[in-house]
């Protein structure tokens, strides 16, 4: 079975200073993986998701991950983060062939950003 | 085009009490998929549905029943309300498997 690890709970970044979000997987061959950003209150967003190809991937918001497939990795990076970008970070994973549409989710990131 | 709607915003129901929860899309999506949220944790698949008349079970199913009748709607019933199903639900959808899934805003329940 398919799982998602997110490593750290909480982090906290001062804005303007650099930030990677951790996500480790476990999934028995070439995974979907998706990272999407929840904001109190409100349903979850895509920030970017691969695929296929190039494993840098690039998002909205200034975000990248990047996937190594030989560490069973998906981490989140952005370079300057910014006041907004404050919210909790799912890492999920999607399976492909006859397990297709049951994607697992992460338990969060929850990310502050201080003045 | 509003996206994924979800009715309604907050419930609360009794112990044994029965609920429907409204989904709505309108993006002629296939797929549709119900999730839940409990706090501190990432959301769980509960049930999906890859087009009208066919559903299927995710990760927590038990307590709960779906129908998919349209493209557009796929409610989520829940029968014996038990505390253990207080969460917040979220309902999705995308015109593929592997597609971006589209959140509604979630609906909080609490049983009591």
């Known amino acids: 079975a398919q799982s998602v690890t997110q490593p750290d709970i909480h982090i906290t970044v001062s804005e303007g200073a650099s930030l990677e979000l951790r996500c480790n997987y476990s999934?028995?061959?070439?995974?979907?993986l998706f990272w999407y950003v929840q904001s109190p209150g409100q349903g979850l967003q895509l920030l970017l998701k691969?695929?296929?190809?190039?494993?840098l991937v690039q998002g909205i918001k200034g975000f990248e991950a990047e996937f190594k497939r030989s560490q069973s990795s998906f981490n989140l990076r952005k370079p300057s983060v910014h006041w907004s970008d404050a919210a909790e970070y799912f890492c999920?994973?999607?399976?492909?062939?006859?397990?297709?549409?049951?994607?697992?989710f992460g338990d969060g990131t929850t990310l502050t950003v201080k003045p | 085009n509003a996206g994924v709607t979800q009715t309604p915003k907050f419930r609360i129901l009794k112990i044994g009490q029965s609920m429907t929860l409204q989904c709505t899309q309108d993006?002629?999506?296939?797929?549709m998929y119900w999730y839940r949220q409990d706090p501190g944790m990432g959301l769980k698949l509960i049930y999906y549905?890859?087009?009208?008349?066919?559903?299927d079970k995710g990760e927590v199913p038990n307590g709960y029943n779906v129908s998919r009748s349209t493209t557009e709607d796929f409610p989520l019933r829940l029968e014996l309300a038990a505390p253990s199903q207080t969460s917040v639900y979220f309902c999705?959808?995308?015109?593929?498997?592997?597609?971006?899934?589209?959140f509604g805003p979630g609906t909080r329940l609490t049983v009591l």
């Open positions: 999705a959808s995308s015109f593929g498997l592997d597609d971006t899934q589209y």
């Open positions: 999934y028995g061959a070439t995974p979907y």
């Open positions: 691969y695929f296929s190809g190039d494993t």
């Open positions: 999920a994973v999607g399976a492909r062939g006859t397990n297709a549409g049951k994607s697992t």
């Open positions: 993006m002629n999506h296939n797929y």
């Open positions: 549905s890859v087009g009208a008349g066919i559903t």
